[in-house]
């Protein structure tokens, strides 16, 4: 699908939650929903937004279906790299299912039952976020010893591989280095996992040049197959997984403005919400404006 006829479908109203379906749901995060269809799994995206670590009330119309398409617009970029955990034909998988809800199957995928690695995959070409703190008081960036004198938003003299442990549910994710990442699933497969994300990085930063964006950084999750290959599964460089910023507003020495959820962050700084649920109610102004962010990175990059 273009990115005009993705925009054309997006509802008027959020979907917050996916109910009535004649499969058992497996499994609920900030924004999917799990379902166990037998021989595979139903991922689907709702419109949720979550901030702060807290789901807020209000969801973005249409954003898990933005997600959703611009995802399987990546796969299949992605494909000279890895495979990925989607069925072949999806909309065969959604007809022999009885899936037939069209705002449901753009939202949703269809993939293989596989074994997720327990590290989340983050690769870092510029210096921002928790990079950009640890650097301040270390030098470093998980492991990873750095030129003195860099400012923050600078780019990296090489994109870095900087994966995290998959936290409980409620708990923040903590950084690791390379040591205790091979500690965690093998040191042959981390560095296929590694190897992989920074071919994955790369391909996004090249295509986000084009459309006139920079991929400051971005996370991928992987599994295995019965036979121990590796599969790039989740979603892959949507503006939830991923920081973009307009190469054209671009500066170093401050945290430039994002295609993702940064007016929804701004605005709950600035009512000085406590960062504690229950998270207070959003103004349409605001999820207007973050809708629009969501959309805007999708044109630019499916043209």
Known sequence: ????????????????????????????GKVRENFDLGDAFLIAATDRLSAFDVILPDGIPGKGIILTQMSNWWFAQAGGIIANHLLPDQASEFSRRGITDRDLQLRSMIVRKLKPLAIECVVRGYLVGSGWSAYQKTGEVCGHRLPAGLRQADKLPQPLFTPTTKAPKGEHDA????????????????????????????????????AGMILADTKFEFGTDAAGNLVLIDEILTPDSSRYWPAA???????????????????????????????????????????????????????
Request: proline share 10%; charged share 20%; hydrophobic share 40%.
């Open 249 to 303: 507003e671009y500066r170093p020495d401050c945290s430039p403005p994002s295609y993702d959820k940064q007016f929804v962050r701004d605005h709950l700084l600035a009512i000085q919400w406590d960062q504690r649920p229950p998270a207070p109610a959003l103004p349409p102004a605001v999820i207007e404006g973050t809708r629009q962010k969501y959309l805007a990175a999708l044109k630019n990059l499916l043209g």
């Open 175 to 210: 950084p690791i280095n390379d040591t205790q990442g091979a500690a965690l699933v093998g040191a042959a497969l981390y560095e296929k996992v590694k190897a992989a994300s920074l071919a994955l990085y790369q391909m996004g930063h090249d295509r986000a040049a084009k």
């Open 1 to 28: 699908m273009t990115s005009a006829e993705i925009a054309a479908c997006l509802p008027t109203r959020a979907v917050t939650s996916i109910d009535g379906l004649p499969f058992p749901k497996v499994a609920t």
